[in-house]
């Protein structure tokens, strides 16, 4: 059982006074749901310009990791174009957000200068042709029994739920929730139904020798099955359950995006990268232990940053019929990452959880008012204040809870930034 006496605090002052004097500090963070809010249709997405201009002070202390993509019509840079007063600021100011996006595979640098480093030719042009399948597929679908949706309705719904990502092509089924979440039987079949055409994608990149180049990642999900394949999330009446249906690129995962971009901090210390120039996640482990003995083997302990993993999207659920209690979530990977990078390399690594549960997508929340609590009653266990997201038996421990949501982090964001700025001056 993990240890309740540590962590799970919802006191985001003492946090902000105790980054504000690390030294060496390093904050990789996703985005949907943590500096925006969660929404139905990606399109209506909106960053705060006070944000923008924030992560630009902090540049070299802070990357994104996400699965979402930085370009393309539904891409990040569109939103912080948006954001701003005049969009070309965004290149002339190195606006745009670095790090890694499509779950590592799609690097970006402050002045939106990408690459996809590992990533075949071939698999580009598959990847291509995924959006107009994703189409042709789910209007034949809906407009069938069960679901018969008036074929006008069903153009706009196909129109927000495909995501024509460039390496991460989606379905994202939130419009789709919204329309049968009184007809939970009938939501699972689409689900189950979608996860069918992602494994006859699967197969249709077998028969053109790219069988090994992807998978499909579930968000939120289950955790993984004993082949390593995420599980489903089935939906419920008053939770989506799996909303994202993405077409990723093996390696695409984001604990080991957290080591490619570690190596990326270490070249701008030090002009030298301990992985190699090459390193990209297609090549890297993917199990924590192996992940943990490449940073061990190639990072230098004296240069080693504080960490700091900011993610909403871990998830953890009780199987009714055998007690099985099942851990997913986009952002858990990563997140239990920088735990164990701290432990390994002694840093005080911290792991902060943003409840997004109050956007328009359904997710458990946090019992705020419990954790409160805590305070002044520390044998209080925090587990029934994180129900569907942690478990006494977890082996990820949530430093630090914001349950105030992305409108509370990006307040800390900023005046983090004002503070580190100062500091330099």
């Given at each position: 059982?993990v240890d309740?006496?540590?962590?799970?605090?919802?006191d985001?002052?003492?946090?902000l006074n105790s980054?504000?004097?690390?030294?060496?500090?390093?904050?990789?963070?996703d985005?949907?749901?943590v500096c925006m809010g969660?929404?139905?249709d990606?399109?209506?997405?909106?960053?705060?310009?006070k944000y923008v201009?924030?992560a630009?002070?902090?540049?070299?202390r802070?990357?994104v990791l996400t699965?979402g993509?930085?370009i393309g019509?539904?891409?990040?840079?569109r939103?912080i174009?948006?954001?701003l007063?005049?969009?070309?600021q965004?290149l002339?100011?190195g606006?745009?957000?670095?790090?890694l996006?499509?779950g590592g595979?799609?690097?970006?640098?402050?002045f939106?200068?990408?690459?996809?480093?590992?990533?075949s030719e071939?698999?580009?042009?598959?990847?291509?042709?995924?959006?107009?399948?994703?189409?042709?597929?789910?209007?034949?679908?809906?407009?069938?029994e069960?679901y018969?949706l008036?074929?006008?309705?069903?153009d706009?719904l196909?129109?927000s739920?495909v995501?024509?990502n460039?390496?991460?092509?989606?379905?994202n089924i939130?419009?789709?929730?919204q329309?049968l979440?009184?007809?939970?039987?009938?939501?699972?079949?689409l689900?189950?139904?979608?996860?069918a055409?992602m494994?006859d994608l699967?197969?249709q990149a077998a028969?053109?020798?790219?069988?090994?180049?992807f998978?499909?990642?579930?968000a939120?999900?289950?955790?993984?099955d004993?082949?390593?394949?995420?599980?489903?999330?089935?939906?419920?009446?008053?939770?989506?359950?799996?909303t994202?249906f993405?077409?990723?690129l093996?390696g695409?995962i984001?604990?080991?995006?957290?080591?490619?971009?570690l190596n990326?901090?270490?070249?701008?210390?030090?002009g030298?990268?301990?992985?190699?120039h090459?390193f990209?996640?297609?090549q890297?482990?993917?199990a924590?232990?192996e992940l943990l003995?490449?940073a061990?083997a190639k990072?230098?302990?004296?240069l080693?940053p504080r960490?700091v993993?900011?993610?909403?999207?871990?998830s953890?659920?009780?199987?009714?019929?055998?007690?099985?209690v099942?851990?997913?979530g986009s952002d858990?990977?990563?997140?239990h990452l920088?735990?164990a990078l701290?432990?390994?390399f002694?840093r005080e690594?911290?792991?902060?959880y943003?409840d997004s549960?109050?956007?328009e997508?359904?997710?458990p929340?946090?019992?705020?008012?419990l954790?409160?609590r805590?305070k002044?009653?520390?044998t209080?266990?925090?587990?029934?204040?994180?129900?569907?997201?942690s478990?006494?038996?977890?082996?990820?421990?949530?430093?630090?809870?914001f349950?105030?949501g992305?409108?509370?982090?990006?307040?800390?964001?900023?005046?983090l930034?004002?503070?580190?700025t100062a500091s330099?001056q």
């Amino acid at each position: 059982m993990v240890d309740y006496q540590k962590g799970y605090s919802l006191d985001s002052i003492e946090l902000l006074n105790s980054l504000a004097a690390t030294e060496r500090l390093l904050i990789v963070q996703d985005l949907d749901g943590v500096c925006m809010g969660l929404v139905r249709d990606p399109l209506t997405r909106v960053i705060e310009r006070k944000y923008v201009a924030a992560a630009a002070h902090l540049a070299g202390r802070f990357y994104v990791l996400t699965n979402g993509e930085h370009i393309g019509r539904r891409g990040v840079n569109r939103i912080i174009e948006r954001a701003l007063e005049n969009p070309a600021q965004a290149l002339e100011h190195g606006l745009y957000l670095p790090g890694l996006a499509a779950g590592g595979v799609q690097l970006q640098d402050r002045f939106a200068e990408v690459s996809h480093p590992g990533v075949s030719e071939a698999e580009l042009q598959f990847l291509q042709q995924v959006p107009r399948k994703f189409t042709r597929f789910l209007r034949a679908l809906l407009v069938a029994e069960p679901y018969q949706l008036d074929g006008q309705l069903v153009d706009q719904l196909v129109a927000s739920a495909v995501l024509e990502n460039l390496v991460s092509p989606t379905l994202n089924i939130n419009v789709l929730f919204q329309h049968l979440k009184t007809q939970p039987d009938i939501y699972r079949r689409l689900q189950q139904e979608i996860a069918a055409f992602m494994a006859d994608l699967h197969a249709q990149a077998a028969e053109q020798g790219l069988g090994a180049s992807f998978f499909t990642h579930y968000a939120p999900n289950s955790g993984r099955d004993a082949q390593g394949h995420e599980r489903l999330k089935p939906g419920a009446e008053n939770n989506a359950g799996t909303t994202d249906f993405q077409f990723m690129l093996t390696g695409a995962i984001k604990e080991v995006g957290l080591l490619v971009l570690l190596n990326n901090y270490y070249f701008a210390q030090t002009g030298h990268y301990p992985l190699g120039h090459d390193f990209n996640a297609r090549q890297a482990p993917h199990a924590q232990a192996e992940l943990l003995k490449l940073a061990r083997a190639k990072f230098d302990p004296a240069l080693m940053p504080r960490i700091v993993g900011v993610g909403d999207t871990v998830s953890s659920s009780v199987q009714p019929d055998s007690a099985e209690v099942l851990r997913g979530g986009s952002d858990r990977g990563f997140l239990h990452l920088v735990q164990a990078l701290g432990e390994e390399f002694e840093r005080e690594n911290l792991v902060v959880y943003i409840d997004s549960s109050a956007g328009e997508v359904r997710r458990p929340g946090v019992d705020a008012e419990l954790l409160q609590r805590r305070k002044t009653e520390p044998t209080l266990a925090p587990w029934p204040a994180l129900e569907g997201i942690s478990d006494p038996a977890d082996p990820l421990r949530l430093d630090v809870i914001f349950s105030g949501g992305h409108q509370q982090y990006v307040e800390f964001f900023c005046e983090l930034a004002e503070r580190l700025t100062a500091s330099r001056q």
